[in-house]
């Protein structure tokens, strides 16, 4: 940050820098907050440079002294500051999942000095990525955690990047099958790629949930046993407070999930460890099942939308299954899939009313 206190000098003379020479050299002498600077300017001594000196050099220090500019740093460029953060998120299990995020917002600003970034350079950086806002959060918080730095190295005196808000994205409509196209999916899928779809489609775990089962997992009584989520080689515990739990599943897959664990992994799926390694697999069961091609994430939501359609189970219940944070989260997500034209209540239906009781006009007020 930039200094704030009161510049003074020797004696009271406010800005007043001196020259004297030392071995042949002039050097230059001023105070700054009471204490004395001597600084060389790398000059000789001779007339000419004295000149100098006198008419540009000192009176261009006494300037900076008097409006507080010899005290700012000289700006560093965005990389530099980007390069500190990188080191600071490596200790971090997270690191590998995000750097590449990282290092896109790193080369975008390369070159430039910090203090030269604007507000509206980081927004327009921002709006032009082609993704949902909510995934433009990372690239902001890595932005504005940099530009912190900077803050605290004192070259800048405030984050632009603080309170940068961007549109809301657009609800999208919820993809999901029918129980006649999972019927379609599950009869062309062969191998690994049947298992995982009919642990997905009977579960809606996450797809880094899957990936992370082990066999010891996966109980002959009936539930899967979630522990961990596998993504890209990282191990982690989950989304949210409530994603280590417990699903029910049908117990007559058992011997085909069985049929996949390989020997020398203990993984189920073995080093399958991100959805990018079932994209063609995917895309061919898609295709020969005829149905469209969806994303593979479509699996939760054809899961969770058929337990609310069927009234299987309720909202909290479902909640609960899915690892969501809160029941709120849940409906958020799933409030357009539930068609309250369906609901009979009955025509004889009253919730406070006594059809028996006959109203007097004395009780109308």
Same mark, same amino acid.
């Given at each position: 940050?930039?200094?704030?206190?009161?510049?003074?000098?020797?004696?009271?003379?406010?800005?007043?820098?001196?020259?004297?020479?030392?071995?042949?050299?002039?050097?230059?002498?001023?105070?700054?907050?009471?204490?004395?600077?001597?600084?060389?300017?790398?000059?000789? $001594?001779?007339?000419?440079?004295?000149?100098?000196?006198?008419?540009?050099?000192?009176?261009?220090?006494?300037?900076?002294?008097?409006?507080?500019?010899?005290?700012?740093?000289?700006?560093?460029?965005?990389?530099?500051?980007? $390069?500190?953060?990188?080191?600071?998120?490596?200790?971090?299990?997270?690191?590998?999942?995000?750097?590449?995020?990282?290092?896109?917002?790193?080369?975008?600003?390369?070159?430039?000095?910090?203090?030269?970034?604007?507000?509206?350079?980081?927004?327009?950086?921002?709006?032009?990525?082609?993704?949902?806002?909510?995934?433009?959060?990372?690239?902001?918080?890595?932005?504005?955690?940099?530009?912190?730095?900077?803050?605290?190295?004192?070259?800048?005196?405030?984050?632009?990047?603080?309170?940068?808000?961007?549109?809301?994205?657009?609800?999208?409509?919820?993809?999901?099958?029918?129980?006649?196209?999972?019927?379609?999916?599950?009869?062309?899928?062969?191998?690994?790629?049947?298992?995982?779809?009919?642990?997905?489609?009977?579960?809606?775990?996450?797809?880094?949930?899957?990936?992370?089962?082990?066999?010891?997992?996966?109980?002959?009584?009936?539930?899967?046993?979630?522990?961990?989520?596998?993504?890209?080689?990282?191990?982690?515990?989950?989304?949210?407070? $409530?994603?280590?739990?417990?699903?029910?599943?049908?117990?007559?897959?058992?011997?085909?999930?069985?049929?996949?664990?390989?020997?020398?992994?203990?993984?189920?799926?073995?080093?399958?460890?991100?959805?990018?390694?079932?994209?063609?697999?995917?895309?061919?069961?898609?295709?020969?099942?005829?149905?469209?091609?969806?994303?593979?994430?479509?699996?939760?939501?054809?899961?969770?939308?058929?337990?609310?359609?069927?009234?299987?189970?309720?909202?909290?219940?479902?909640?609960?299954?899915?690892?969501?944070?809160?029941?709120?989260?849940?409906?958020?997500?799933?409030?357009?899939?539930?068609?309250?034209?369906?609901?009979?209540?009955?025509?004889?239906?009253?919730?406070?009313?006594?059809?028996?009781?006959?109203?007097?006009?004395?009780?109308?007020?």
């Amino acid at each position: 940050m930039i200094h704030s206190k009161v510049v003074t000098t020797k004696k009271g003379n406010k800005g007043m820098t001196k020259h004297y020479i030392r071995g042949n050299i002039i050097w230059l002498s001023y105070y700054v907050d009471g204490k004395r600077i001597q600084k060389s300017t790398k000059l000789k $001594n001779t007339p000419e440079n004295i000149k100098v000196v006198k008419s540009k050099i000192i009176p261009a220090l006494d300037i900076k002294i008097a409006t507080g500019d010899i005290y700012k740093k000289k700006p560093k460029t965005f990389e530099y500051y980007g $390069n500190i953060y990188l080191k600071e998120k490596d200790k971090y299990k997270s690191f590998l999942l995000k750097k590449g995020y990282y290092e896109t917002v790193i080369d975008f600003f390369r070159g430039q000095n910090i203090d030269s970034i604007t507000r509206l350079d980081i927004k327009r950086y921002l709006i032009s990525l082609n993704i949902k806002t909510i995934s433009k959060n990372v690239y902001k918080s890595c932005i504005k955690e940099i530009f912190e730095f900077a803050v605290d190295d004192g070259v800048i005196a405030h984050n632009p990047a603080l309170g940068i808000r961007l549109p809301p994205d657009t609800k999208e409509d919820v993809q999901y099958y029918s129980k006649k196209e999972v019927s379609k999916l599950l009869s062309v899928a062969h191998g690994i790629m049947k298992v995982y779809l009919l642990i997905a489609f009977n579960t809606g775990m996450r797809i880094g949930e899957i990936l992370g089962l082990q066999l010891s997992d996966i109980k002959e009584d009936g539930y899967i046993h979630i522990k961990r989520t596998r993504t890209k080689g990282m191990i982690g515990t989950g989304k949210t407070n $409530n994603a280590i739990r417990k699903v029910p599943y049908p117990i007559s897959i058992y011997d085909d999930i069985k049929k996949i664990q390989p020997k020398d992994n203990i993984f189920l799926f073995g080093n399958i460890d991100d959805a990018m390694l079932l994209r063609s697999q995917w895309k061919k069961v898609c295709l020969d099942a005829g149905v469209p091609k969806y994303k593979l994430y479509s699996t939760r939501h054809t899961y969770a939308t058929h337990m609310l359609q069927k009234n299987i189970i309720s909202i909290n219940e479902l909640s609960g299954l899915l690892g969501h944070s809160s029941p709120k989260v849940t409906l958020e997500h799933y409030s357009s899939v539930i068609d309250t034209k369906d609901i009979n209540l009955g025509a004889n239906f009253s919730l406070f009313c006594d059809t028996t009781v006959t109203v007097k006009n004395e009780d109308i007020v």
